[in-house]
C-alpha cells in the first residue's frame, strides 16, 4: 500500500523512474547522518511513491538495538515530517529492520548474511541488496573485505555498495583505497557519493549548456574572464571536532564538493546522455587542472580559521574553543584556491574555489564573470560597471540569476544593472528533493551518473597534492590566518584575487 499524493502538481511534473525490489544495509546507523539525511531521504522517496513494497531498510551499528528500538529512534529524530504524514509512518515504519554488527567481526557479518536471508523472503527484495557504508572512513577498505568475504557482494548483478566521502585522505591512500575495494567489488558496483552533485541546480548546468543553443558558444576563455565556486557555512565545527581535526576544510569540502562542482562547470560535451560518457568528460577536466602555481603553490592558496565573533547577546566561540579541538590547532576551516584548467576550452581562465564555516551566509554558488565590453559607449549610473555574470544557485533557493546592463529610465543614454531570475520553487511549485533523495534512488537504481569514478577521485586528490605536502612537511610556508566568525574570511583570501584585480562576489 501506498501513500496519496495530496500535490497533483507533484504527480504531473515528476516523471521518475520506481526503483526495484531491494534490501538497502545502512552501515553506521546509529550515526548523525542515518537520521538526518538518509532515513529522511527515503521516507520522502516513499511519499513521492518511487519505493517498492517490495523493500527492507535494515540499520547495521555495534549498538544492541532491535528494530522496534531502532523504529522509535527514527521516529523521535523525524517528529517534524511525521507529524505531517503519522498513516505514512506507519506503513512506511514496516520497511524498517536493526541488525547488531560490528563491521570487523566476521562472525557478526555472516551472521548478518543470514538475517538478510530471513527478511528478502520475508519483504520478497528478490535478493537484490545496496549496501550503505555510513562509517568512519578507516573502515571503508574493512568493510568491503567483510562484505566480500561473507559473500554479500559477489553478483554484480544484484549488490552494490555506496561509500561516503572522504575517499581517501591523499592521492596515494585514495589509489590504495580504490585497489582494495575494487578487489572486493566491480566498479560498476562502486557508488562514491558527494552530495553535491544530487542537488538540483548541479545537475541543471548539463541542461543549461546542453539544451540550450546561446550559452555553449560563450562557455569558454573568448567570453569568460573568471570563475568563483563558493560553499559557505555560518556554523561552526560543532560536534564533529574528532573528525574535522584531522579533516580540515581542504579534505572535507574543497577536494570533493567543489572540485566536482569546477568538473560539471568546465566538462566537455558528452557524445551522448550516458553515465560513462558524462563520466569521462569530468575526468578529462580533473586530469588537466593544475594549480595556478605548481612550482610555489603556496601563492595560489589561503587557508583560514574562524576566531571568536558576534555580539555581547549572542558569542561565538573560536575554532580553538569548541569542544575536543586542540588549542593550539592549526587545522583550516577556510580555504580558497587558484586553479587553472590546461586544455583549449579554458586555457587561462582561472577558477577561484572558496569554501569555509562560521561565514555570512550558508551558501553554495558558481559565478561566471564575462568579459568587458571592448568600448563604453553609454554613461552608467556606477562608476565602474559591473561585467555581465551568470550566478547558479546551488543552496539555498537553487535557482540562476543573470546579470546585464539596460537603460536607464529617463532622457540621456545611462545605463544600469538589473538581473533576471530563476527560482527552481516559483517555476515549478515546490522545492526541489535534498540532494540525499536523488542519489539514493539513484544508487538503489543503479545508474553511476552523479557518482563519482576512481579516476575522478585520483585525479582530485593529485590536484592538490602539492598543498597536501606543504600542510603537512612545511606548514610556515602556507600558514592558517585568523578571521572573526560571521565575516567571509581572512584579508588575505581577497589579496588572492586582487593581485588579478578580481574581487570576491558578496551575496
Request: hydrophobic content about 35%; charged content about 25%; some cysteine.
Amino acid at each position: 500500500m501506498q501513500p496519496s499524493l495530496s500535490n497533483p502538481l507533484r504527480i504531473g511534473l515528476r516523471q521518475e523512474r520506481v526503483i526495484s525490489p531491494q534490501s538497502l544495509i545502512i552501515f553506521g546507523a546509529s550515526g548523525d547522518l542515518t537520521h538526518r539525511k538518509l532515513i529522511p531521504a527515503l521516507f520522502e522517496l516513499f511519499l513521492q511513491r518511487r519505493l517498492p513494497s517490495e523493500f527492507a531498510i535494515i540499520g547495521c551499528a555495534r549498538r544492541p538495538w532491535t528494530d522496534d528500538v531502532f523504529k522509535e529512534k527514527m521516529k523521535s529524530k523525524l517528529s517534524d515530517k511525521i507529524s505531517d504524514n503519522p498513516k505514512e509512518w506507519e506503513i512506511f515504519s514496516n520497511y524498517l529492520f536493526y541488525e547488531p554488527v560490528d563491521l570487523q567481526e566476521r562472525k557478526q557479518v555472516k551472521k548478518l548474511a543470514s538475517r538478510l536471508s530471513l527478511i528478502d523472503k520475508k519483504q520478497a527484495t528478490h535478493g537484490n541488496k545496496t549496501f550503505y557504508l555510513s562509517v568512519s572512513p578507516n573502515y571503508y577498505a574493512s568493510g568491503c573485505k567483510a562484505l566480500k568475504e561473507a559473500g554479500l557482494i559477489d553478483d554484480p548483478k544484484k549488490s552494490r555498495i555506496v561509500i561516503e566521502k572522504p575517499f581517501g585522505r591523499d592521492y596515494s591512500s585514495a589509489r590504495k583505497l580504490n585497489k582494495i575495494v575494487q578487489s572486493c567489488a566491480d566498479e560498476s558496483q562502486i557508488f562514491r557519493i558527494d552530495h553535491y552533485l544530487g542537488k538540483e541546480t548541479v545537475q541543471n548546468i548539463l541542461v543549461l549548456r546542453f539544451a540550450n543553443t546561446i550559452f555553449e558558444p560563450i562557455w569558454n576563455r573568448n567570453y569568460i574572464s573568471n570563475i568563483q565556486i563558493t560553499s559557505s557555512e555560518t556554523v561552526g565545527v560543532e560536534d564533529r571536532a574528532g573528525y574535522y581535526e584531522s579533516s580540515g576544510a581542504l579534505r572535507d569540502m574543497l577536494q570533493n564538493h567543489l572540485t566536482q562542482m569546477l568538473a560539471v562547470t568546465a566538462m566537455e560535451p558528452p557524445g551522448k546522455f550516458d553515465p560513462e560518457a558524462i563520466r569521462n568528460e569530468k575526468a578529462k577536466v580533473l586530469q588537466a587542472a593544475k594549480l595556478a602555481d605548481e612550482i610555489n603553490p603556496w601563492q595560489c592558496c589561503v587557508r583560514g580559521q574562524y576566531g571568536k565573533g558576534g555580539d555581547i547577546t549572542s558569542p561565538l566561540n573560536g575554532y580553538r574553543d569548541e569542544n575536543g579541538v586542540n588549542p593550539n590547532s592549526t587545522t583550516e576551516t577556510y580555504i580558497a584556491a587558484k586553479v587553472f584548467i590546461d586544455n583549449w576550452r579554458w586555457q587561462g581562465v582561472p577558477f577561484y574555489l572558496r569554501t569555509g564555516k562560521r561565514l555570512p551566509k550558508r551558501l553554495g554558488e558558481i559565478v561566471l564573470t564575462f568579459k568587458d565590453v571592448p568600448v563604453h559607449l553609454f554613461e552608467s549610473t556606477i562608476i565602474n560597471p559591473a561585467p555581465n555574470q551568470l550566478i547558479l544557485r546551488i543552496q539555498p533557493n537553487e535557482g540562476a540569476t543573470f546579470k546585464f546592463e539596460v537603460k536607464s529610465p529617463g532622457s540621456g543614454m545611462r545605463s544600469r544593472p538589473v538581473q533576471m531570475d530563476f527560482s527552481y520553487d516559483e517555476s515549478f511549485g515546490e522545492p526541489s528533493d535534498e540532494g540525499y533523495v536523488r542519489l539514493l534512488a539513484d544508487s538503489m537504481l543503479g545508474d553511476p551518473t552523479l557518482f563519482t569514478r576512481n579516476d575522478e577521485v585520483e585525479a582530485a586528490w593529485k590536484l592538490y597534492t602539492p598543498l597536501i605536502e606543504l600542510m603537512e612537511n612545511t606548514p610556515w610556508k602556507l600558514p592558517t590566518y585568523k578571521y572573526e566568525s560571521g565575516t567571509w574570511g581572512p584579508p588575505e583570501a581577497d589579496q588572492l584575487l586582487s593581485r588579478d584585480n578580481i574581487f570576491w562576489r558578496r551575496p
